[in-house]
């Protein structure tokens, strides 16, 4: 995860030109001795060293005036650019424990505060499409990923990130479980998903938890952990292959919708006591005559779902609407909702 990225590219540049000063001083001291005195190359550039770092001339040193002239400028010039370098170093490195630390504690901060958020278990194939999905909606998230590999792609100092294993409960914790809104464990292994889903929910119980199987036999077990839904991907590529091949014009259109491509979305929008929709029939709202929006489903607050409703349905408090249409319309919906 990178911390503070300006700060961190203004300490390695440091690093490198302090590490290229060095270099280089002792290179030229190495072809001064070199050429002056007649010193093979290991020779010269061990005497070289020897004065850069102080060490003084015990064995091998200058035997020529033109040498010892040589050696004399060296260790001014020389000595004491290695000697600002290896500060400068030493800086660095204080600098950028420094910047860690406090890149860390300030995203733990910054996570204390989360409220309403997701958390996304995992890094990989499935994981990147819930994140993309959620950066595209610019929901706040937290994502808990043990190897620290797959985060590379992830270096954004606006992503909260915990590098641990999502099993444990102390992770789960810091990714602040007892205020989050929803939690996606798709992780690679089944028993792994399971005890993710079985610890979110001990640890909240209005959690709403989505979780992948691996296996088509994992399904029951997640849902009896505490999954309110379980996707397989393994099933759901096999059912959309099939309508490809059978109903290739269904398969068609809801591919659109997925890409976007005709500018229809999904969405639920739920309907509270101040809604300018609550008590009101289907008919005598604006929803299908103004926005041109097709109400798929209504969820009651019961949980019964009635699909295709009618103009004489009533909308309740606590319903959720399923619509389909115009994004332009589904937002001015969801204004109007509010």
Known sequence: MKILPSLSKIIRRRLIYASAAIVSAISFGALGFYLIEGFSALDSVYLATETVTTVGYGDIAPKTPMGRVFAILFMLIGGGTVLYSLTVLAQAVIQS??????GINRKTREMEKL???????GAGRVGRRIIRSLQKEKCQFVLIERDAQKLVDFEDDAMHIIVGDATLEENLHRAGVERAKGLASCLADDADNVYV?????????????????????????LIRAGANRVVAPIIIGGQSMARALLKPAIADFMDSIV?????LVF???AID????????????????RELNLIVVAIRQKSG??????????????????????????????????K
């Open 273 to 288: 006591g101040d809604s300018a929709y609550a008590g009101k029939l289907l008919r005598e709202t604006n929803i299908n």
């Open 97 to 102: 424990e420094f910047i860690e630390a406090f």
């Open 267 to 269: 969405e639920e929008v």
């Open 197 to 221: 889903v079985l610890t979110a929910r001990g640890l909240n119980n209005k959690l709403h938890i989505v979780a992948r199987a691996v296996e088509e036999q994992a399904e029951p077990k």
């Open 259 to 263: 890409a976007e491509n005709l500018d």
């Open 304 to 337: 019964e779902m009635f699909f295709h409703p009618m103009g004489e349905t009533r909308i309740g408090e606590g319903d959720l609407l399923i619509v389909i249409g115009k994004a332009e319309a589904v937002a001015k919906l969801i204004s109007v909702n």
């Open 115 to 121: 409220e309403n958020h997701f958390i996304v278990c």
